[in-house]
């Protein structure tokens, strides 16, 4: 029973770490766009057309839209994360025996 609820735990954290770093991200990579944009110069060479290729990116994934393409991203590496998991407490296991 311990175990199960180890593993549980343990599926638990790595699924919603996984899940919300590619929205922290995102945001993070979004909010420099917008904080570099507010400079006069830099505002048409980095601040505007990187959020726009940003945008672009995460609308690729989510049929045209980029929050769709934030939550396909973060489904993804929460998926991968998991298996990540998985397998580590299968090999915890094995060398365990």
């Known amino acids: 029973m311990r175990v199960t609820s180890n593993l549980l735990l343990s599926l638990l954290?790595?699924?919603t770490?996984?899940?919300v770093f590619p929205m922290i991200l995102a945001g993070i990579l979004l909010g420099?766009?917008?904080i570099v944009s507010w400079l006069p110069y830099w505002s048409e060479i980095l601040g505007n057309p990187s959020a726009v290729m940003?945008?672009?990116f995460l609308a690729v994934f989510g049929n045209?839209?980029?929050f769709m393409g934030v939550i396909t991203l973060s489904i993804?590496?929460?998926i991968v994360g998991i298996l990540f998991d998985?397998?580590?407490f299968y090999r915890y296991q094995s060398f365990r025996d």
């Open 64 to 66: 045209g839209k980029p």
């Open 86 to 88: 998985l397998f580590n």
């Open 13 to 15: 954290l790595s699924a």
């Open 32 to 34: 420099c766009c917008l």
């Open 54 to 56: 940003i945008l672009d």
């Open 17 to 19: 770490i996984s899940f």
């Open 76 to 78: 993804t590496t929460c």
